[in-house]
């Protein structure tokens, strides 16, 4: 029986408001799955910009409430993290191992669904009797969502809340997935990290994991450098806003790294300006990741590739969900990971423009909308 249900809806003309909508019961292969909470990242902000009209979020969790005919790992009641990275499984890079870049079901690479969105059965989810978009296939910025079964892992960490659950659906599992899939970042070696909001946190949670010994973070500010330091980092550098590509602040590390500057460095500010900034904190044939995302045209100093310096640009940490999740919630339960701790402030589905606000402005190292 179809679900009349409020969501945070976009026309992609910078704008959004709160509408009601109608889910339908799930297709076959798909789940009906009413939201508990929804993580926010920059991406929530910036899908406001892309001209589409679709359903926000993409970082969500909950619980099944009714699930296809033709589904059997999940029943009514389970505790699900959503995510976005589903294969076909039979594409050229599914076969390489990169689901999360399947040429077919991808949200992010342009599949079949489209760049950035997506949509279940042509009815599944309407406003006015007209098919509406779910961003990322998943749109958790509703009280109820209709996704493929492949887009959820089950929680089996019994201890974990809702809002820490939802925040491993996307910055989480990147920062995790650059560390772990993309850097491969080894014990004893040395880290930095650039920025200390939520993505960079994770970074310094999974380097810490890892058995980094030197872990240092960076950030213009003092608050957010002393969450880093309870997360794992060993050194917490202040920076300046007029230290430009953070220059000077290469100069420190080099200096805790025995002059040479350290061997990975995970740029986490979304600053299109830092987007070279880690290859001056690395050392000859280090490694240099970016992990924000970052898509626009930027100038680089070719003299910070010398020597031997590699440079990722990976997605979404290189996910494969049905791998990673378990191993992030075994973490968890491990109390290896940090998740409520993470979590700055929760908010209501009526004050998503103040959530987005207190993102924007630097005050949450991450926010939650509950449900």
Request: one cysteine or more; glycine letters at 10%; proline letters at 5%.
């Amino acid at each position: 029986m179809p679900i009349h249900c409020k969501a945070a809806i976009t026309r992609g003309k910078q704008d959004f408001s709160i509408e009601e909508i109608i889910v339908a019961d799930p297709a076959p292969d798909e789940i009906l799955v009413q939201i508990k909470a929804a993580g926010l990242c920059h991406t929530d902000y910036d899908s406001l910009n892309w001209g589409k009209t679709m359903i926000l979020g993409h970082e969500g969790a909950g619980l099944v409430v009714k699930a296809g005919s033709a589904v059997t790992d999940f029943k009514t009641g389970d505790p699900v993290i959503l995510n976005w990275a589903m294969s076909c499984g039979h594409c050229f890079q599914c076969g390489q191992g990169n689901v999360h870049l399947c040429e077919n079901n991808s949200p992010v690479t342009g599949g079949t669904h489209g760049p950035n969105t997506g949509h279940a059965h042509a009815m599944g989810t309407t406003q006015n009797n007209v098919p509406i978009q779910r961003s990322f296939n998943l749109g958790t910025l509703s009280e109820y969502t209709l996704v493929k079964a492949a887009a959820a892992v089950l929680n089996t960490a019994a201890e974990m809340s809702f809002p820490a659950a939802s925040i491993l659906s996307c910055g989480v599992m990147t920062g995790y997935g650059s560390v772990v899939n993309a850097a491969r970042v080894r014990p004893g070696s040395t880290v930095v990290v650039l920025g200390s909001g939520g993505v960079g946190l994770s970074v310094i949670q999974a380097a810490r994991i890892s058995g980094a010994v030197k872990i240092i973070a960076i950030d213009i500010n003092p608050a957010r450098l002393e969450m880093a330091s309870t997360f794992g980092a060993t050194h917490l550098i202040l920076a300046n806003s007029q230290d430009q590509g953070l220059i000077s602040a290469s100069l420190q590390v080099k200096e805790i790294c025995e002059n040479r500057g350290a061997d990975y460095a995970f740029e986490c500010t979304a600053r299109p300006e830092l987007g070279a900034a880690p290859l001056a904190m690395v050392r000859n044939a280090g490694t240099a990741i970016q992990v924000s995302g970052i898509e626009q045209s930027i100038p680089f100093d070719m003299n910070l590739f010398e020597w031997d310096k590699i440079y990722m640009n990976p997605l979404y940490g290189k996910c494969k969900p049905q791998i990673d999740f378990p191993a992030l919630i075994a973490l968890y339960s491990d109390k290896q990971l940090m998740l409520e701790e993470m979590i700055t402030r929760t908010y209501p589905l009526t004050e998503l423009k103040q959530a987005f606000q207190d993102m924007l402005q630097g005050k949450n190292a991450k926010g939650v909308i509950i449900f």
